[in-house]
């Protein structure tokens, strides 16, 4: 599968402006030193564009993902693992094209945990043989895709995922190449993978590998480990140590072993949190060296698939404040217009996480008070987040959410019917370039209209009717040459492409457009 040709992806913008300054160590963190800087009006500024500029052209809520820093966390991965170890990105992490196709460029595989992200490793021009299928489960259809366009290898998580794979494969009459993931039970200090739900217990392996070995169409490879968050690197080492006796085990019967997975999980830093950096692995690749030698061990091709370590901190969010609220005599409490469903789900999904939230056009100003920042959706619990030291805000000042590169992006859903937010890339000579549009009211509404399309050819139209509502006319108004709607929203001439800066109004047409297809699909058929 090709990507789009060149001329049909979107342009990159020229931003740069004006001159910037250092920002004051009572905002900055260290690990966005190489990106961050401010403007003498005290506006926060991204690969030197103020961000100002950037809303103006894209409007709020936004993520901006900084390439530079992308690029820079895949090579400091590369330095530290050299040659030897292949590396994988964990697609479920930001699965954004433009993110893959740039880990395609650093030289790293691709980790996919559905046929929908193996479909993406495709379409960023990946081949087949650089994408591996590891998740919990998959049905018939899945491994029919993988085994089709014969991907890397296919990891099982349970006896019945091996069982399912050897079926299929065997009612396809085509080899699988399967990877067994394996629970090893560990407990180093506070670490523990024993309550983790992935991989096989260490004491059913022999179970599971002969099975997988008894079943003719399955292709046995090796093993996989994905033991969660791993906040120390002496994790990596004792999981290698299992691996490499077990591996030892295995070749002894003469089982050959080509493949060895220690997974992800590296840490990345959200708020206060400490990450260990990927350099305090520097010297494991000689470690498994030496481990392998000294259990005298064939040598096989051994794996690593960091996710979020490569891109969470280089995505920041972009918010505009709509309100502030007093709550009596300490409390305070600023809305904004993104919110933890639809722009940063972690705050709710992860117990007492607390992201940095710079007050992005008031860098000059010093934090006065504690505010709690709520989101915009109809939910008592969504707040961004606690407690925290800011300056005085108003309404059309701006918030940058630092950090929100993995896992924001990605389970962001559309709760209260609301857009999920639009995706843009800044490269270090400020241009930009948007790398995904904000969702449209068609985009949301498809799947319950092609229910109503289904039920029966008039039915979308009699439910169109009942309140005689165009909704197309009204949202534009009767359109004026000026381009501004009789409304008086400007109805942005670019906004089905991405480009620009998309309101509401551009979108209502797709979704009428929609409707109109369907009727025109319905009085067909
Ligand atoms: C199989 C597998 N590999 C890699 C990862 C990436 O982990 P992280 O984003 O924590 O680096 C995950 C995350 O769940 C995973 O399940």
Redesign the pocket.
């Known amino acids: 599968m090709k990507p789009p040709p060149e001329s049909a992806a979107p342009e990159r913008t020229a931003m740069r402006t004006s001159r910037h300054q250092r920002i004051s160590h009572r905002y900055m963190r260290d690990r966005w030193k190489d990106f961050l800087a401010q403007d003498t009006r005290g506006m926060l500024m991204i690969e030197g564009v103020a961000v100002d500029r950037i809303i103006e052209k894209y409007g709020t809520p936004l993520y901006v993902m900084v390439e530079s820093e992308i690029r820079r966390r895949a090579r400091r991965f590369k330095k530290v693992f050299g040659q030897g170890i292949n590396l994988q990105y ?1 697609v ?2 930001n699965s954004n094209l433009e993110i893959l196709r740039l880990m395609r460029e650093e030289g790293f595989d691709l ?1 996919c ?1 559905s046929v929908g992200e193996l479909i993406l490793g495709l379409l960023a021009d990946f081949k087949p043989r650089q994408l591996t299928f ?1 998740n919990l489960y998959k049905t018939e259809q899945d491994l029919h895709f993988a085994a089709k366009i014969g991907v890397q290898s296919i990891t099982a998580d349970s006896i019945e995922d091996i069982e399912q794979i050897a079926r299929t494969a065997k009612k396809l009459k085509k080899h699988i190449d399967t990877v067994i993931r394996v629970n090893p039970m560990l407990q180093i200090g506070h670490y523990s993978t024993r309550n983790n739900k ?1 991989g096989i217990p260490i004491g059913y392996i022999d179970r599971a590998v002969e099975l997988a070995r008894r079943s003719p169409f399955v292709d046995f490879q090796g093993f ?1 480990f ?1 033991g969660g ?1 791993v906040h120390n690197p002496r994790v990596f080492k004792a999981a290698a140590r299992v691996f490499v006796k077990l591996i030892k085990r295995y070749q002894d019967e003469g089982i050959r072993i080509k493949t060895l997975s220690l ?4 840490p990345a830093a959200i708020g206060d949190d400490e990450a260990f950096p990927i350099e305090a692995m520097r010297d494991f690749p000689r470690y498994f060296d030496r481990l392998l030698r000294r259990h005298n061990v064939q040598p096989f091709r051994l794996i690593f ?5 490569i891109v969470l901190n280089a995505g920041i969010g972009l918010m505009k404040v709509i309100s502030k609220k007093r709550l009596g005599l300490n409390k305070r409490m600023v809305i904004a217009d993104g919110s933890t469903y639809n722009f940063v789900p972690d705050a709710i999904i992860q117990d007492g996480v607390q992201y940095d939230i710079l007050p992005a056009s008031q860098m000059n100003s010093r934090r006065i008070h504690t505010v709690t920042i709520a989101g915009n959706t109809c939910d008592a619990w969504d707040l961004i987040t606690k407690g925290i030291e800011m300056p005085k805000l108003r309404a059309g000042d701006l918030l940058a959410v630092m950090d929100v590169g ?1 896992y924001a992006q990605v389970m962001a859903s559309n709760f209260n019917t609301i857009k999920r937010a639009s995706v843009v890339m800044i490269y270090p000579d400020g241009s930009t370039k948007p790398i995904r549009r904000r969702d449209r009211y068609s985009d949301m509404f498809a799947p319950e209209l092609d229910v109503l399309k289904l039920a029966g050819p008039n039915e979308l139209e009699r439910y169109n009717n009942i309140y005689r509502v165009n909704i197309d006319k009204i949202w534009r108004g009767n359109q004026k040459k000026n381009g501004k709607s009789g409304n008086g929203f400007s109805v942005s001439a670019k906004g089905s492409n991405g480009s620009g800066k998309e309101g509401q109004n551009d979108v209502a047409g797709s979704m009428m457009s929609s409707v109109k297809e369907t009727e025109r699909a319905n009085a067909l058929s």
Do not use: L, R, W
């Open positions: 964990a479920k992490c980790d945990s590891t992935y996989h994905m968050y997974g992800g999980g590296f698939e960091p996710g979020k370590s993995a």
